[in-house]
């Protein structure tokens, strides 16, 4: 029969691995054991620290306080508890970090998508629809309503789209208006972005400039570029 | 002290936006300053027929709710020197979003500054109606020849009069003259007698409405248009100007004239 409870010695402490097949109440039964056997077998006054790994198994907080109870005393502490799961709250916590979040969708008027970090968007921003991300933001597509980089204050943030028609620019605090008259020639498909230069003043660029500008850009966005 | 005017319809599509922006340009265009006021919050429209879409920053919304002041919020159109400016709806909140109260005071502040607030009305008779007729001196009540726009006229007026605004003035819009005169739809006599109120003008179908409020241009800008020629006369009128009411009947061309004649 396996073991519900494995001991193994690590240059940084003792390893207890729980099986995760294992019942709660069989693993506390056999550390209880394993305790009296360890107690028995180490000189007194001999410090220990264990680490847990409990494998894909996700113990509560309950749990851990009873093995705790099990093991520590005076000379026995518990440093940490390892699993290799975490709950769909924290995995979702933690894809939310991960950035840039690209988004592949259509805003349309009075629709406000909000994103913490950088905004990857790949689609359209309706007259009338919003953008804003705390970080950069990105648009593959046409930008025709606001785009609001550095949400939160931040003018390092840059909004890069390729600028074809009316639509409005924020970073930070400023306000930047894109004009497109009729007859303006040049309808080019370049991409500029938009950034907050050293004076607060917000200005237009083209691309070939944004590594000179904002030379972090790349490591912040996951080497986008 | 200005003068707050609401537009409004109770019906959808027979152009408050569209008259609120051209009576408002024909009023800057008389040197009068002019506020406009979209209350369509939610569903604004009238920053895109003066082609100010683009230019907002700030809206009604935040002005009410104490984000920014009132001055910030409003946006001034550039083709008019200091004469013609906009305060926008919000798009992303509805028209609970305000109430009566907050529009007497945000209009009370207009009205010191401005000599004309002319307040784009929703359609519909529910809070986003009854916030754009809290505030306003008078109203201006659009209509089509059709019966359905009549109707939903005749309800608006039963509703202003019980105001203090009094009876509503008249614009009878989109008027197709061939329709008219072959007695399809209700005359502007009839309208005007079953509706019993002052006809404040009349407006002709034109193409040229939608095609330069596409542009960005309210029509009322180039006189050689009929709608624009109706809006410019309604203006005068509010300006207290006598102004004969435009003919319905087309001069009919003589052949001659047809064969030779130049265009129009």
């Known amino acids: 029969m396996n073991k519900a409870v494995t001991l193994k010695g690590r240059k940084e402490g003792f390893q207890l691995i729980l099986d995760a097949s294992a019942s709660i109440d069989s693993i506390l039964e056999e550390i209880k054991e394993l305790k009296v056997q360890l107690k028995n077998d180490t000189q007194t006054g001999h410090e220990l620290t264990f680490f847990v790994k409990s494998g894909i198994r996700k113990l509560s907080s309950d749990e851990k306080k009873q093995i705790e109870e099990i093991i520590e005393d005076d000379h026995f502490t518990i440093s940490s508890f390892q699993s290799e799961v975490i709950l769909i709250d924290e995995a979702i916590k933690l894809h939310k970090a991960s950035r840039p979040k690209l988004e592949v969708r259509t805003v349309r008027s009075g629709q406000i998508l909000d994103i913490e970090g950088d905004l990857l968007l790949i689609g359209e921003v309706h007259p009338g629809g919003t953008v804003r991300a705390t970080g950069s933001i990105f648009v593959i597509g046409e930008l025709k309503g606001i785009a609001h980089a550095g949400f939160n204050g931040n003018e390092n943030a840059i909004v890069l789209a390729n600028f074809r028609h009316n639509a409005q620019v924020r970073i930070g605090g400023n306000v930047h208006v894109v004009e497109k008259t009729e007859n303006s020639s040049e309808q080019s498909d370049e991409l500029k972005f938009v950034y907050v230069n050293d004076l607060h003043i917000i200005e237009v660029s083209p691309l070939h400039n944004l590594k000179t500008i904002r030379p972090e850009i790349g490591k912040h966005s996951g080497g986008l570029f | ?264």
């Open chain 2, 1 to 264: 002290m200005g003068k707050a005017i609401v537009v409004t319809s109770g019906k959808g599509g027979v152009g408050k936006t569209t008259s609120t922006a051209n009576i408002g340009t024909a009023l800057a265009l008389q040197s009068k300053k002019v506020c406009l006021v979209d209350m369509d919050i939610g569903l604004r429209n009238l920053d895109v027929i003066l082609g100010l879409e683009n230019r907002i920053i700030y809206d009604i919304i935040d002005v009410v709710e104490g984000r920014v002041k009132l001055h910030q919020a409003i946006i001034k159109d550039k083709r008019f020197n200091d004469q013609l400016f906009l305060l926008p709806a919000a798009q992303h909140a509805d028209k609970n979003a305000i109430n009566e109260e907050q529009m007497i005071e945000l209009i009370g502040e207009l009205k010191k500054d401005y000599e004309y607030v002319l307040i784009d009305c929703p359609a519909g008779i529910e809070q986003g109606f009854k916030n754009s007729i809290a505030a306003a001196d008078d109203a201006i009540l659009v209509t089509t020849p059709e019966i359905s726009a009549i109707r939903d006229a005749d309800r608006i007026i039963g509703l202003i009069e019980q105001t203090d605004i009094g009876a509503p003035k008249l614009i009878i819009n989109r008027i197709r003259k061939s329709m008219m005169q072959n007695g399809d739809v209700m005359d502007i006599d009839e309208i005007t007698r079953h509706l019993s109120v002052e006809l404040l003008g009349i407006v002709f179908e034109d193409d040229e409405v939608v095609r330069s409020s596409n542009k960005g241009n309210p029509v009322v800008l180039d006189p050689s248009h009929v709608a624009s020629q109706g809006y410019r006369n309604i203006a005068r009128r509010l300006l207290g100007d006598t102004v004969p009411l435009m003919k319905l009947k087309e001069e009919k061309k003589s052949f001659w004239k047809k064969l030779f004649g130049k265009k129009n």
